[in-house]
């Protein structure tokens, strides 16, 4: 049964996160890109979806043998995805023709749901008699996983319960077929994504077969026989020398150290693995996502918050395998980071994860959709020869949906609320308790984005309102009040950029305390008290571990959260020529063409003694030149050209 109106009205989906109706963003970075997501995204999407013969037609079970194009395995899940954008939007902007398009979608998915619970395209109409016989390749988990998100955003946004009733009939079919005595018993996803969903689906309904159900998942990855060996053996008759690191289940996950296979899958397996460390207190499961996030973060990311370096399979390379021109970094990669990040902040309390989740959303992730909202790159190199440009779909169309849902809840990742000085004290046990049974004593904030949060504490109710620049300055003011005195904890993220940085609560200058990354504030609030951060900013050199072979001898420019790139449109010099000594005379002015500050740099134009000559026998020589960056999320926004991130260090050069 759902949470009374009551409770639902402070439900958040994500562990210590605050409601998207609790968060108002005013931001003037966020809230246009926000705009063109609901104004112009989500329809652009919907359309492309609606074609003949594709994702909305299927729903509708007319497709017929020998049709084309034939349902896909992940069709469904692309439509779960836009309907959980759209409500997403929905819960801070009502728009009736919006509601109406996500009401007649899911009228769609209740047609198609089978008198058993199932509800899968791809299997009703293409495959009937193969249903749960191929998990490891054929989506089906991951489908329902996608929508059960779409349920739960759909459940908070709107208060109907239609959609829900559709998902939990298919989840509950799902508990039976995959019960320890259910006929495919010891069975697990291929694509993993229905555990995380699963957990969102607890802590809605507050039902702990859910998380139980999402734990036998969890638990089931990498045991010995292996289940997919199995199936392979029932399908075919045959086994494959596979040991499944491709789908993470090669071993047990409480005991895999090393990131490896598919990207996107391992990040959302990661986040389930997060969240039901902090749903059950397993602190096996903890310590195996920490170990995990060390291997990815310190040897497999790329500077722009980028995972998953190989194209071929879409997957974690070797360990310092990060290939720019030919990297891969898929946009669903970063956008599960961002998730995976968030669920780690919240279970430690250390501000180290937000600095990642800072750099996957304002760089790898915010790259993945061009400025007007109407094209995608599904992969996101950190170097062009000028033939890379982003697409209106794709024939895998995960990436778009992606991007609008987290663009959307991004309310979720601003703040956090915890009822003790640390995080890992407040958060769902077996039970299922949410935030909305408890009272926060402690807030944080971990993105200086403007916004305007309240949230309930144990003797009535606090609010913040925050201004910020970001991420062209960092000044930041902030007022908090209570609607009675109230002793509280106010936590506010050093970011690892920053250098330095001062803070004054009503206009006096104070030195906080500081404890994982946070400076900590604790006072007794009651009228309106106004802090201001000032957060140094500089333009900085980034230099790769040595072991990054495409990286060495080049340097990366950072600015803040921004990662920088220089594009062929706005220099005089080759891109691949371009060298940067220091970053001691940079300056910025505002491009209107793009929206942004784009920097101005002293860098040197390295050129050949001998310009015809392929080959030469004396080192290059360096013509002083002023080279032009952009931030690196918004390349390829003027046509095709060179890029890089990655320039010449010219202190190699000389």
């Known amino acids: 049964m759902i949470r009374e109106r009551s409770h639902l009205s402070f439900f958040s989906p994500l562990p210590g996160a605050l409601p998207l109706k609790s968060v108002t963003v005013t931001d003037d970075f ?114 329902a996983g996608h929508l059960i998100e779409a349920a739960v955003a759909h459940t908070y946004a709107t ?185 780690m902040a919240y279970m430690t309390g250390q501000a180290r994860y937000i600095d990642v989740l800072e750099r996957a959303l304002y760089n790898g992730v915010l790259s993945g959709a061009s400025l007007d909202g109407m094209s995608y790159f599904y992969d996101n190199p950190l170097e062009s020869d000028g033939t890379r440009s982003r697409s209106p779909w794709f024939g895998c169309a995960c990436c778009p949906p992606n991007f609008a849902r987290l663009l959307t809840s991004l309310e979720h990742f601003i703040y956090s609320i915890d009822e003790g000085d640390s995080p890992a004290t407040f958060s769902a046990d077996t039970t299922c308790h949410t935030a909305d049974d408890h009272k926060a004593e402690v807030m944080t904030v971990n993105l200086y984005i403007s916004s305007e949060a309240s949230w309930p504490v144990a003797n009535g109710s606090m609010k913040i309102q925050q201004t910020s620049n970001m991420p062209w300055d960092g000044d930041v003011s902030l007022t908090v009040s209570a609607s009675s005195p109230t002793e509280h904890m106010l936590r506010l993220r ?47 050199r980034v230099w790769a571990n040595p072991r990054v072979g495409d990286c060495a001898g080049k340097v990366a420019i950072e600015r803040g959260p921004l990662v920088y790139c220089a594009e062929e449109i706005d220099n005089d010099a080759p891109i691949p020529c371009i060298a940067i000594a220091d970053c001691s005379d940079a300056d910025t002015s505002f491009n209107n063409e793009l929206g942004l500050y784009e920097l101005h740099l002293s860098a040197a134009a390295a050129t050949s003694s001998d310009n015809a000559a392929l080959y030469s026998h004396h080192s290059p020589s360096l013509t002083s030149t002023r080279a032009t960056l952009v931030p690196y999320y918004a390349w390829n926004n003027r046509g095709q050209g060179a890029m890089a991130v990655w320039l010449l260090d010219a202190e190699r050069l000389r």
């Open 159 to 343: 208060g109907s319960t239609k959609l829900l009733g559709v998902v939990t009939r298919y989840v509950d079919l799902i508990d039976r077929v995959f019960a320890d005595d259910g006929p495919c018993s010891g069975g697990y996803p291929g694509h993993e994504e229905i555990e995380l969903a699963l957990v969102k689906l607890a802590r809605l309904t507050n039902q702990t077969r859910y998380l139980e159900l999402a734990q036998r998942f969890i638990d089931r990855r990498g045991q010995k026989p292996s289940y997919f060996a199995l199936e392979e053996r029932a399908r075919t008759g045959m086994q494959s020398d596979d040991t499944y690191e491709y789908h993470q289940a090669h071993r047990p996950v409480r005991e895999q150290d090393e990131a490896v296979g598919h990207a996107v899958r391992a990040m959302y397996l990661y986040t389930a693995m997060a969240d039901l460390a902090i749903a059950t207190q397993d602190q096996r499961l903890r310590d195996a996502c920490e170990t995990l996030w060390n291997d990815v973060t310190t040897r497999k990311m790329y500077v722009t918050g980028g995972v998953g370096s190989e194209p071929a399979l879409e997957s974690f390379g070797p360990a310092y395998h990060l290939p720019n021109e030919h990297g891969y970094a898929e946009t669903c990669a970063a956008i599960g980071l961002v998730f995976w990040a968030q669920r």
């Open 494 to 540: 050093i970011p690892q950029w920053a250098s330095s940085f001062a803070l004054a609560i009503n206009g006096e200058s104070v030195t906080p305390a500081m404890r994982d990354g946070y400076a900590c504030i604790e006072r007794t609030w009651h009228d309106s008290t106004q802090l201001d951060l000032r957060l140094a900013m500089d333009t900085t």
């Open 30 to 143: 966020w809230s246009p890109r926000r705009e063109i997501v609901r104004t112009r995204s989500l329809s652009h999407q919907q359309a492309q979806m609606s074609k003949p013969g594709h994702h909305f037609d299927a729903l509708k079970m007319a497709w017929k043998p020998g049709q084309t194009p034939e349902p896909h395995i992940f069709w469904d899940s692309d439509i779960a995805k836009w309907i959980e954008a759209a409500s997403n939007s929905l819960a801070s902007h009502p728009d009736p023709a919006l509601e109406k398009a996500v009401d007649s979608t899911i009228e769609l998915l209740a047609g198609a749901q089978q008198d058993d619970g199932y509800l899968n395209t791809h299997f009703t109409l293409v495959e009937p008699d193969k249903r749960w016989t191929n998990l490891r390749d054929q989506h089906e988990l991951y489908c």
